[in-house]
């Protein structure tokens, strides 16, 4: 990836607010948070790839602000609304690196909602305007936090069906039950690379490569944290009709007769895959092999599907029971659901198959557009809100405070009340509290800096994040 034209990444109507901040302001200092949303709290991840690839060194050069001005006067049709000398005051004083400073908690930290993520402030005060020009780039760090904090509660939702179905010996494999299959259903190649890296915080199975490639070269992975394995797709089970689907199969296996191998099965009939192919033509092959056949259903309903699979699949192959009392295919045999597959359907399938006596650790799961893409900044309720400034010399804490009816007609203050003055955020008896910078000592206040006047101060590995997210 290369550089964009930064002077360009901030929404239009930014590059008034030079004239429309009031006379004498000095200083702007805003903060991000998680006001709310779908879960009650929120996976920080994703900051440090902004400031590298988009905020670091020297970003506003001339040939950019020509460039920009061009632009931005065939948008606004006026020449009274971008002021050029801004940026070359930039350029000419600092060389063209950004005169902020951004303070965060630990990238991985899980904070619950209403609290401080972030600050930003400028450092000159001839840049005021700078603090919130810079949020509509940095409000996107909302995506990979987001994914981040989805897969994280569903890792929550599988381990307890671990913990109530599943053999101690399992547990190691936690880390692959959901696969990231979520990059032909993401916006773009830079989306796949944020929101899949994202999952990776949580999970090690992933089919997304530049979630890989991204946590080498923004956060330091020695190796790639997504793995996978050998897998068919419809194009190559369906090649011989559906007379040659058995043949096929057996050629798969054939092709890796050890390791790990998942074959999609519901081409024509996933029942007689799974009785008559699977469980008796090709079932010594199976059970003669080094490693394990992961059997992929990719229609109809998951819950019913599943259940009739598992009923078929431990009556060709048998089972044990494991220490809790649940059904285990012999290791040879797995199954991955990766149709259908979302936050709100993972817990009914593991219930399902838990009352059917079927132990979780029997399946795994894919999951694509609803992990990387069902996502909003309103999914967490992300906003980034000024909270203090400086005008002529006085400090001024800034609040907005809305007022709003509810479905009644009862008037209400929004849950868009934002917070006043510098912050902290701070652990009060091990649980996070956000206060203001009075009523906490530095030592105390976890928001580290990690980007001042043009440069990353602090920054963080990818087993480093990983560790701090962990359950």
């Known amino acids: 990836m290369t550089k964009e034209n930064l002077i360009l990444l901030a929404d239009a109507y930014k590059y008034s607010h030079h004239k429309l901040y009031i006379p004498g302001t000095q200083f702007i200092y805003s903060y991000l948070e998680s006001r709310g949303g779908k879960f009650e709290e929120t996976v920080f991840y994703g900051l440090q790839y902004f400031l590298k690839e988009y905020l670091s060194g020297v970003v506003f050069t001339k040939e950019k602000l020509d460039e920009a001005e061009t632009i931005l006067t065939e948008v606004f049709g006026r020449k009274d609304v971008f002021d050029r000398s801004r940026f070359e005051y930039i350029i000419d004083k600092y060389g063209g690196k950004l005169p902020v400073r951004i303070k965060a908690v630990a ?6 909602v209403r609290n401080v993520l972030m600050t930003i402030e400028n450092t000159d005060p001839e840049c005021f305007w700078l603090t919130n020009f810079l949020e509509t780039l940095l409000m996107q760090v909302w995506y990979p936090c987001t994914v981040a904090s989805v897969s994280r509660e569903i890792k929550k939702v599988v381990k307890k069906y671990y913990e109530e179905t599943a053999s101690a010996a399992a547990f190691g494999g936690i880390d692959f039950v959901l696969n990231d299959f979520g990059f032909r259903g993401a916006s773009s190649v830079e989306s796949a690379g944020i929101g899949g890296s994202a999952h990776l915080v949580n999970f090690a199975g992933s089919d997304t490569i530049p979630g890989s490639v991204f946590a080498k070269k923004y956060y330091d992975a020695p190796v790639a944290p997504g793995l996978s394995i050998p897998a068919t797709e419809h194009s190559v089970v369906t090649l011989l009709g559906e007379e040659g689907e058995l043949e096929i199969f057996k050629h798969i296996l054939d092709s890796y007769p050890t390791g790990t191998i998942a074959c999609v099965s519901d081409s024509y009939n996933i029942f007689r895959a799974c009785e008559e192919y699977w469980g008796t033509a090709l079932k010594e092959q199976i059970l003669k092999r080094d490693g394990t056949l992961v059997i992929r259903p990719d229609s109809g309903d998951p ?23 649940f059904k285990v295919l012999p290791p040879q045999v797995r199954v991955i659901q990766g149709d259908g597959i979302s936050y709100s359907s993972i817990p009914g399938i593991l219930e399902a198959l838990k009352q059917a006596g079927i132990s979780a650790e029997n399946l795994v799961l894919g999951m694509g557009g609803a992990l990387l893409q069902r996502v909003n900044r309103d999914t967490q309720e992300f906003a980034l809100k000024c909270a203090y400034a400086v005008v002529n010399g006085e400090a001024i804490n800034v609040q907005k405070m809305p007022v709003e009816l509810d479905a009644t007609g009862q008037l209400r203050t929004s849950f868009k009340k934002s917070k006043a003055g510098k912050l902290r955020l701070i652990k009060d008896n091990n649980t996070f509290k956000t206060v203001s910078e009075e009523d906490a000592p530095v030592s105390a206040d976890l928001l580290q800096t990690v980007f001042e006047n043009g440069e990353v101060t602090l920054s963080y590995t990818f087993d480093e994040v990983k560790k701090t997210a962990a359950l």
Not at 107 to 112: A, N
Not at 309 to 317: A, H, P
């Open 107 to 112: 990238e991985g930290t899980v904070v619950p």
């Open 303 to 325: 819950v019913q599907t599943l259940l009739r699979i598992f009923t078929i699949l431990m009556d060709k192959f048998g089972y044990t029971t494991n220490e809790k009392g």
